[in-house]
């Protein structure tokens, strides 16, 4: 089955600065690849998602990028702001999802 | 916006105790899942659901685990006899295409 994996496992960020998680996978049939941003306590919810045919995704603040050959995409927040601290998910798949462990981001005002 | 509901939100349970565990799904999703995620950890996949039958089903759903879409709305997860271990936080989902959009998670605390 899919492997996720995702780097660092925590990442302490001063306000306005950016923050790149970082994740691999396994299989090479995977073609999704989302996001999920989960506060203490709440649902994950999706933030950004990939496709396979798409090299890098853009909405506002946040970025993905995907490379199919090395198996890597990354998340990308820019001038990140207190409300960006949350658990940041990696998934993939062909059809079910595999998550990565979670990237614990924490923003410094 | 549409949301997958879960309930309970909260549920206590004795250990072999049996439970059901509900959710309605976003009304025109077709694919719906099981996942848990045990405090501090990552989202582990239980179950996916597919045109009214299981279509996968990972190593944690072992016989204990069932499914059921008793009718066009709800979709849910018994588990028949409950251990300690399956203390956790179980979110269902649905999809209509690959995007999975989370309910808020029933916490389960077995005893």
């Known amino acids: 089955g899919e492997n996720v994996e995702q780097h660092p496992s925590t990442l302490s960020v001063q306000e306005g600065d950016s923050a790149v998680i970082k994740c691999t996978y396994s299989?090479?049939?995977?073609?999704?690849f989302p996001w999920y941003k989960q506060e203490l306590g709440k649902r994950p919810q999706l933030i950004i998602d990939?496709?396979?045919?798409?090299g890098e995704k853009k909405d506002q603040r946040i970025a993905v990028t995907l490379n199919k050959t090395a198996k890597h995409f990354s998340l990308h927040i820019t001038e990140t702001q207190p409300e960006d601290s949350a658990v940041y998910f990696c998934?993939?798949?062909?059809?079910?999802?595999?998550f990565g462990a979670g990237t614990t981001v924490t923003v410094r005002a | 916006e549409p949301e997958v509901t879960q309930t309970p939100s909260h549920q206590v349970t004795q250990m072999g105790q049996e439970v059901i565990l509900r959710c309605v799904p976003i009304?025109?999703?077709?694919?719906f899942y099981w996942y848990r995620q045990i405090l501090g950890q990552k989202v582990e996949f239980l179950v996916s659901?597919?045109?009214?039958?299981?279509?996968?089903k990972s190593e944690i759903f072992d016989d204990q685990f069932s499914v059921e879409r008793p009718d066009g709305s709800n979709f849910t997860l018994k588990i028949r006899s409950t251990k300690l271990e399956d203390s956790a936080m179980y979110f269902c989902?649905?999809?209509?295409?690959?995007?999975?959009?989370f309910g808020s998670g029933t916490q389960l605390s077995v005893l």
């Open positions: 998934a993939a798949s062909e059809y079910k999802l595999s």
């Open positions: 299989d090479s049939a995977s073609n999704y």
């Open positions: 659901f597919y045109n009214n039958e299981i279509s996968e």
């Open positions: 989902a649905s999809s209509e295409d690959r995007g999975l959009f």
């Open positions: 990939i496709r396979s045919n798409v």
């Open positions: 009304s025109n999703h077709l694919y």
